[in-house]
């Protein structure tokens, strides 16, 4: 296919198919609203399922060198700090932690021509006519292309124009994230991702960074209302450390350091919305956050827009037409991203448990320990063994 695509958002997901189509010879135009590149954003976990496709657009060696591996999961209580289990995970391609920025620098550097990407372009409207689509720009500047993909985020307007209906929903969840230096006190959190999971909330602490590592933390908690929108809004630290309170020795003392640290804490809404039943119009697809927004409690939100991206440069490449592309890339992808938006809200509930639930979740996590703990990889194999680079 030799016309332009236009992919709108720079973001993780934007960004991959970019490299994804550079690399195949696809001509495409990349248009972010932000005025410049700004890496911005706290931890991501790679999974084994992205980090196949990272090292397939030949990101193998920087990723490893701006991540931390971890080798295993611990899931401790809240209450009472007791761990419930912990296993080692048992796949070859590895698992990483790394800042959301050192990855959307390290996709934008990869990139080989930076003029394909325009900032200061956000999108405001687009109408479809013969066999064309004009975008309108916010700053008045309007063209042409021959097909359009939305990797425009969570509040997509792409997105919005398909389905005018269909809003996110605050899905009862308010997170706050941060990051603190590694200090020797956290030597147990190395090399894993640690959840402390009690009544309303959880909290999730993992190592990112290579060299000299940052704690990440991601602290949630049930809240009936949401009305802000972002993701820089300033966190209170001081009623963050209250009311996390808890008996883990440790995790207190890291929300006393938390306190403490001259970083910012920042808090946004979670919100997601139930699968849409397609995501492909003619020359006009979604992709991402856009398409299929997740709650963060399986930590798939980043792997899912660049399975996505990776899928739909194949499918672009593969196929005689940009319409019968889009079609077969939403047929390949539409399950598996319902599966994982639903698993992640189950987890949301797994997580924040209270009463007979809790009990239940806590005995069986226990029995499965004394069996063997390696048992629980089984509960996530169709998400991390899943190989994008297999598919036909
Ligand atoms: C600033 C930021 C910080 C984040 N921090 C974290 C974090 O710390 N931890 C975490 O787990 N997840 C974080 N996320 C979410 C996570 O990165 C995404 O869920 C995931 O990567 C999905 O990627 P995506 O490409 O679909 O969407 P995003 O990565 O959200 O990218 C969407 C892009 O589209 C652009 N855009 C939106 N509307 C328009 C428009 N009308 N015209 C042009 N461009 C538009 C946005 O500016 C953005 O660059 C963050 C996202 C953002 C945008």
């Known amino acids: 296919m030799s016309e ?23 001509d495409f135009h990349l248009y972010e609203q932000a005025n410049s590149f700004e890496a911005l954003g706290y931890g991501l976990q790679l999974s084994p399922n992205v980090v196949r496709i990272l090292q397939d657009l030949g990101m193998g060696k920087e990723l490893e060198a701006i991540s931390h591996r971890c080798l295993g999961f611990e899931l401790r209580s809240f209450e009472t700090d007791r761990t419930l289990a912990q296993w080692k995970l048992d796949s070859d391609t590895p698992y990483y932690q790394c800042r959301r920025a050192d990855l959307h620098q390290l996709l934008y550097n990869s990139l080989q021509n930076k003029n394909k990407i325009s900032f200061a372009q956000k999108l405001q409207s687009y109408q ?22 939305g990797a425009d985020g969570v509040r997509s307007h792409v997105r919005k124009t398909l389905f005018p209906q269909e809003k996110p929903q605050y899905a009862g969840y308010a997170a706050y994230r941060a990051i603190l230096p590694f200090k020797t006190e956290y030597h147990s959190l190395m090399d894993k991702a ?16 290579n060299q000299n590592p940052w704690l990440n933390l991601v602290l949630v908690v049930k809240n009936a209302q949401w009305q802000e929108q972002g993701w820089t809004i300033p966190a209170d630290k001081q009623e963050i450390a209250k009311s996390f309170q808890n008996k883990s020795k440790l995790l207190n003392t890291i929300l006393t350091d938390l306190v403490s640290n001259p970083e910012p804490c920042y808090k946004w809404g979670l919100f997601d919305h139930q699968p849409l039943p397609f995501w492909t119009q003619g020359k006009i697809t979604l992709l991402g956050d856009s398409a299929h927004p997740l709650l963060p409690f399986q930590a798939q939100g980043a ?5 996505d991206a990776y899928i739909l440069a194949r499918c672009i490449d593969q196929k005689n ?22 698993t992640s809200r189950n987890n949301a509930d797994i997580f924040h448990a209270t009463g007979i639930k809790a009990m239940v979740r806590d005995m ?14 089984q509960k996530t194999a169709w998400i991390y063994n899943y190989n994008a680079l297999d598919l036909s």
């Not at 695509?5 to 970019?18: C, F, K, P, Q, V």
């Not at 013969?130 to 309007?142: C, H, K, P, V, W």
């Open 4 to 26: 332009k695509i236009a992919i709108i958002g720079a973001g993780i997901g934007g960004l991959t198919l970019a490299l994804a189509l550079e690399k195949k010879g696809i």
């Open 364 to 377: 069986g996590l226990g029995l499965i320990s004394m069996v063997n703990g390696q048992l629980l990889n």
């Open 128 to 149: 479809v006519k013969d066999e064309q689509i004009t975008l309108n720009f916010q700053n008045q500047d309007s063209v042409k292309v021959f097909a359009l993909v």
């Open 321 to 342: 037409t940009i319409e019968e592309a889009f079609i077969k890339y939403q047929d390949l992808r539409l399950k598996r991203t319902a599966k994982v938006q639903q």
């Open 194 to 209: 640690t959840v402390w999971m009690g009544e309303n909330h959880h909290v999730v602490a993992y190592p990112n960074g």
């Open 303 to 307: 792997a899912m827009a660049m399975e």
